[in-house]
């Protein structure tokens, strides 16, 4: 393959700019001009990568260059040696608007699509791979930053502590997950009626709303809503999805120290974001139907998410489910649980 074109040689030692004509006959370049007569093998010469229409340059051996105007016969000899791939295809580009355009529209649809969906499922592989271990210790960083901050001791008797304690055993019976459950109780006048569950199954159940319930069917509604927030690693996912790809990428590759460290973010991260409004009515449908499975209606829970609402005007940070969705689409939801409509 011939490719001839003009270009100014430079020897690397002076100034001076010596117009030449330069041939490529498959295997040696051929150098022709005023004092100049140079034969090279394209091999030992490197082509700079291109810059916007810039002139092209052919660093030769010893120092000496060339520089052209012709872009194409530049290519060619780039193909030819294979040199500048990547570089290749960004100045094609660059000479093409619409197809920098174009991709451009891919990358944002990517990122977006990522975003709503390859992220949430990187973190909720991220969080069934986090071994319980890890788990555990992130829920009692998170437990002992909550009791520092917003929990006070319970002030529940003996005789109403072993009651739940026992309603919360059935629950976790019925629902089962294998996880290492455990009722803590707590006051909190600065959260109010609440209830938290951490990912190793610990749940916080606050006597507030306790004394808010009016019977024990209500309790045992939230009990389970929280319980099928661990079944379901809402925390876990909530983190690592709030965290993002860096923490997903950690974990991949073993750093579990990273998930550890995350800890510090869950409890403000349960109280002022709360749930997803997909995990929450994941957890209301798990919820509902254990409530069918046992009593054959969803009515303790709907009863008790409508008191909690009336009463969140009384509480100074977001309570109980207070986020995403509304109370009203999640009753109406579990009435259609039900009745058996979708």
Not at 152 to 179: I, K, N, T
Not at 273 to 279: P, V
Request: glycine share 8%.
């Amino acid at each position: 393959m011939e490719v001839p074109f003009r270009a100014t040689y430079f020897d690397g030692k002076s100034a001076r700019a010596c117009p030449v004509e330069v041939l490529y006959d498959g295997r040696r370049l051929r150098v022709k001009g005023e004092g100049v007569a140079l034969e090279l093998y394209l091999e030992e010469c490197r082509i700079a990568p291109p810059l916007g229409r810039t002139r092209r340059v052919v660093v030769l051996p010893g120092g000496g260059r060339l520089e052209t105007d012709d872009q194409e016969a530049i290519r060619r000899l780039e193909k030819e040696t294979g040199q500048n791939l990547g570089q290749r295809l960004v100045d094609a580009l660059e000479r093409r608007w619409p197809w920098v355009l174009a991709l451009l529209v891919v990358l944002l649809l990517f990122g977006w699509a990522f975003l709503r969906w390859g992220l949430p499922a990187a973190a909720r592989q991220a969080a069934l791979l986090t071994p319980m271990g890890v788990v555990e210790s992130i829920s009692e960083q998170a437990l002992r930053l909550l009791d520092d901050q917003f929990l006070a001791p319970s002030q529940l008797g003996p005789g109403q502590r072993q009651e739940l304690e026992a309603l919360f055993r059935e629950v976790v019976v019925w629902m089962g997950g294998g996880y290492p459950y455990r009722l803590e109780f707590r006051a909190s006048p600065q959260l109010g009626p609440n209830a938290l569950a951490l990912p190793s199954g610990v749940v916080v159940l606050t006597d507030e709303l306790v004394a808010l319930a009016k019977d024990h069917r209500e309790l045992e509604g939230v009990l389970a809503h929280e319980v099928a927030h661990v079944l379901h690693r809402h925390s876990l996912r909530q983190l690592y999805q709030g965290a993002g790809l860096y923490v997903v990428i950690a974990l991949a590759l073993g750093d579990v120290a990273s998930a550890t460290s995350l800890a510090a973010s869950l409890p403000l991260l349960l109280l002022q974001s709360g749930y997803s409004r997909a995990y929450e009515l994941e957890a209301d449908a798990t919820a509902g139907a254990y409530l069918m499975r046992r009593h054959g209606t969803t009515a303790p829970l709907q009863t008790i998410l409508l008191r909690l609402e009336a009463s969140s005007g009384k509480v100074a940070l977001p309570g109980y489910l207070s986020t995403h969705p509304s109370t009203p689409e999640r009753v109406e939801r579990l009435r259609r649980l039900e009745q058996g409509r979708p």
